[in-house]
């Protein structure tokens, strides 16, 4: 979880610098803690290789 949120705050970071607007820093930001929800369904078994 805390990884998420630390790619969350990367991305809405980088978005501040790059001066985006606020609707393209929130959607960065929800991007990045959203990420890795696609492994919940994944064996974790495949994840190790």
Do not use: Q, W
Request: glycine share 8%.
């Amino acid at each position: 979880m805390m990884h998420s949120i630390n790619v969350g705050v990367l991305l809405l970071t980088m978005a501040i610098l790059v001066r985006l607007k606020r609707e393209s820093r929130v959607h960065r930001a929800m991007g990045g803690l959203l990420h890795d929800m696609g492994k919940v369904k994944v064996d974790p078994m495949m994840l190790l290789r």
